[in-house]
């Protein structure tokens, strides 16, 4: 997760007029004149008085002045400015808590401050909680790193928390033996080094709630993520071996039956069996088998019995029979036919369709598939199956 560095917030809240808020807005837009004029040295004694007073946006500009500003008459001084900012932090200021929970993040020698995650994850949590959603992601990225840190490598990563939990992950390598005979019985032996990976999950606490059995745990979503036996993972998803759900108690509460479980879109997910991944291609990756939806506590709510389905938009979903395309509701109704030889998500209450129609790529290579010239019939229905256009 890509952290805006603290030289940058520090300069965004001198320039910005309207970052403190209401209160003294004349007093402020004094101190911003005077900064703007380069006046620093009449600008000084206005924020200390307003500072001293207890007001927690006076405290954060003087803060961040101390910390940016130098010229010939006044000289940076980065403890009295970190002495400041705390003060508004601690009465709540959610920029002077950020901010804080950024130098704790990163460290500043100058401050005299070493990195302290969990320190930092404090500061961001008094700002999350008041909706700063960027401190959120902050937070869940201290947390991590904090149990990283404390793991002592019993980890290998740790990722952001979601939802009260982390996902953790032990890499294994190994050196496979690969040997090749070529023409002429050329033959060529070399090693390659490969890893296996296990995932688990960790609370806020450090307490496994998921031991690292898994070969892939997907992100936490109200209180659910795949989880998959038998797969190549990557960060982000997995492809193979068997996938099912997961609580966050760590059980199971969908069976590890599925050879591909979508990401969850309108409340449902669709999941495979008997298919394969292909990686010869890179939008339709995964062909064969049999399509439905589970639910996101991971109950089967629309049977494994398409050719092909696509996620829910609006309410309906592509689905394809005896290779032509349709649409169901939540209910797994039919409720446009299968008549189509080309069909589009539908979008502001409309789809494209088409009978005769043919997808393709520009010059027949990889990438998302388009129509291919003036073949076919092509129309725009509604949500009832009508033809509008």
């Given at each position: ?5 603290t030289l940058l ?239 966050k108690k760590g ?6 039956v599925f050879d ?130």
């Amino acid at each position: 997760m890509k952290i805006i560095p603290t030289l940058l917030i520090l300069i965004g809240l001198l320039l910005s007029i309207h970052l403190l808020g209401q209160q003294n807005v004349k007093i402020y837009d004094t101190v911003d004149s005077l900064i703007l004029e380069k006046k620093y040295k009449e600008a000084l004694p206005i924020l200390i008085s307003a500072a001293e007073k207890g007001s927690p946006e006076a405290q954060l500009r003087l803060g961040v002045f101390y910390l940016t500003f130098t010229n010939e008459d006044i000289s940076k001084d980065e403890i009295e400015g970190f002495k400041w900012i705390r003060k508004s932090a601690e009465q709540g200021n959610i920029q002077a808590c950020s901010l804080i929970g950024m130098l704790y993040l990163e460290g500043r020698t100058e401050l005299n401050i070493s990195k302290d995650f969990a320190e930092a994850a404090k500061w961001f949590q008094k700002a999350a909680v008041q909706g700063d959603k960027k401190a959120k992601e902050n937070y869940d990225e201290a947390i991590a790193l904090y149990y990283a840190s404390k793991s002592q490598k019993k980890y290998d990563w740790v990722y952001p928390f979601e939802e009260g939990l982390g996902r953790v992950r032990i890499d294994k390598k190994y050196r496979d033996s690969i040997t090749y005979q070529g023409k002429k019985y050329v033959e060529f032996k070399w090693q390659s080094e490969k890893t296996i990976s296990k995932y688990g999950l960790i609370d806020t606490n450090g307490i496994e709630i998921v031991l690292p059995t898994y070969d892939y745990i997907g992100s936490m979503k109200n209180g659910f993520a795949i989880a998959n036996i038998g797969c190549i993972a990557t960060s982000s998803d997995c492809k193979g071996g068997k996938s099912g759900i997961i609580n966050k108690k760590g059980e199971l509460v969908c069976p590890l039956v599925f050879d591909m479980i979508d990401t969850f879109s309108e409340g449902f997910a669709r999941v495979n069996l008997g298919g394969k991944w292909n990686d010869d291609l890179w939008f339709a990756d995964f062909k064969g088998g049999q399509w439905g939806f589970i639910d996101e506590t991971g109950k089967s709510v629309i049977s494994t019995q398409f050719e092909y389905v696509g996620n829910f938009h609006e309410g309906l979903a592509l689905i394809k029979q005896n290779g032509k395309w349709g649409y169901i509701n939540k209910k797994g109704d039919i409720t446009i036919p299968c008549l189509y030889d080309v069909g589009y998500d539908f979008n502001n209450g409309l789809a494209l369709v088409s009978i005769g129609g043919v997808l393709g790529t520009i010059g027949g290579g990889k990438g998302e598939k388009t129509p291919v010239g003036n073949k076919g019939f092509w129309g725009i229905i509604n949500k009832k199956g009508k033809e509008v256009g």
